[in-house]
């Protein structure tokens, strides 16, 4: 999904597109996990990790080959729709099936930390080798580069990449499901929102997850006003997700020593600074260097999230929490990339940058009440 997400913006805006039908694409990879994650987090608890992994690696899989075959516009916006959607189911099982492996909260951290390398590679792996494809596999085949042949190429590799990932989940031991007393009700996901720990956890995560949204959507069009090369903008995108494995590489030996609450809100005002200065770059290598800074900050994150909503849910609950935070986060994934789109039409990206960065800064103070 992070090449695709890296791919077809740059063709759509080589299409003759403009920022608001790319952040309408955009936004299109989230939503279909707003609808999906609660309903994706309720069949994890019932059935686990497998099936929930099989199906969406199948849906992935289909949805890379439509803008293989038809890489057009339309065809883009169905790709993202389903390469968005099976992430997202896919991501509900693999969460759940960790954070109940573990046993403690340091446990949580380590095990959080281990798994959210994966993603940060995933977001270097992915927007590097579609942006060399794109940039070279149409001179290979007798064509220029960043032509059809290079696009249909990247998108190529990105529908072969899910398969790799049954390889290694089938042999996976399955935990055994979580027993309900009989004659109790059984607890319900919306409950959660009573509780103001819940409440202030997903108004950060959904703060830190705009930053995420802000970086991938304004990146490629600020490459793109500036002539950079699809190589470039990919090797942008691609420094930041090394950064953010370093530091989760770093993480799980230092998960004895880490208090969540610190780390997040540390995180958020680091990268409210980031962005204050970001739109100032205008070479390569200083969009290289924010980004690599910002990968460190943001890369803290995740796994001190989901270390913290696995302590305050119920183990009956976590398949369900997990979507109703990837939920309330998409929904901003899918809103966010519009607004970005509308106000940098109007008012220009730089703005867009300094709006989040602000609204970060501002919301590290809730960060901190989360400390028990």
């Known amino acids: 999904m992070a090449g695709t ?22 936004a299109l990879f989230s939503l279909t996990q707003v609808f999906l994650a609660i309903p994706a987090g309720r069949y994890a608890d019932r059935h686990g990790l497998k099936r929930p992994v099989g199906l969406a690696l199948i849906v992935a899989v289909l949805g890379a080959t439509l803008a ?38 340091t446990e949580l951290k380590r095990v959080f930390s281990w798994l959210s390398i994966g993603p940060a590679v995933s977001n270097f792996f992915g927007p590097v080798v579609a942006g ?5 596999a149409g001179v290979w085949m007798g064509g220029a580069a960043a032509d059809s042949n ?4 990247a998108f190529l590799f990105m529908a072969l990449l899910p398969l790799l990932t049954w390889a290694w989940v089938r042999h996976t031991e399955e ?11 059984k607890p319900q996901v919306w409950h959660l929102l009573r509780e103001p720990s819940m409440r202030r956890l997903l108004l950060v995560n959904w703060l830190l ?55 997040v809100s540390g995180a958020m005002v680091i990268t409210a600074l980031l ?50 935070r990837l939920m309330s986060i998409n929904l901003s994934s899918v809103l ?33 009440h989360l400390r028990p």
Not at 150 to 153: E, K
Not at 344 to 351: D, L, R
């Open 175 to 185: 935990l055994p499901p979580v027993e309900h007393p009989a004659g109790v009700p």
């Open 275 to 324: 962005f204050a200065i970001y739109p100032l770059m205008h070479t390569p290598l200083a969009m290289g260097i924010c980004s690599v800074l910002l990968g460190l900050a943001l890369g803290t994150v995740q796994p001190m999230i989901m270390s913290t909503l696995h302590q305050i849910t119920p183990h009956a609950l976590h398949g369900q929490a997990i979507g109703l």
């Open 336 to 368: 966010m990339p519009m607004l970005f789109g509308t106000a940098g039409m109007v008012v220009g990206v730089s703005i867009v940058f300094w709006t989040v960065g602000a609204a970060v800064g501002l919301g590290s103070r809730a960060a901190w």
């Open 68 to 105: 293989v075959l038809w890489p057009r516009f339309e065809i883009l916006c169905l790709t993202a729709l389903s390469m968005g959607g099976a992430t997202g189911s896919a991501s509900i099982a693999l969460q759940r099936h960790v954070g109940r492996a573990a046993h403690d909260a």
């Open 209 to 263: 997850s705009s930053c995420w949204d802000v970086h991938t959507f304004v990146v490629p069009v600020l490459g793109h006003e500036r002539q950079f090369s699809a190589s470039v903008i990919g090797a942008i995108l691609g420094s930041f997700a090394v950064a953010a494995a370093c530091v989760r590489v770093l993480m799980p030996m230092l998960a004895v020593h880490l208090k969540e609450w610190v780390v």
């Open 5 to 26: 997400r890296m791919a077809a913006p740059l063709l759509a805006l080589q299409q003759g597109y403009g920022a608001l039908s790319v952040g309408s694409l955009l």
């Open 132 to 136: 060399l494809l794109i940039d070279h």
């Open 150 to 153: 290079g696009f249909r190429a």
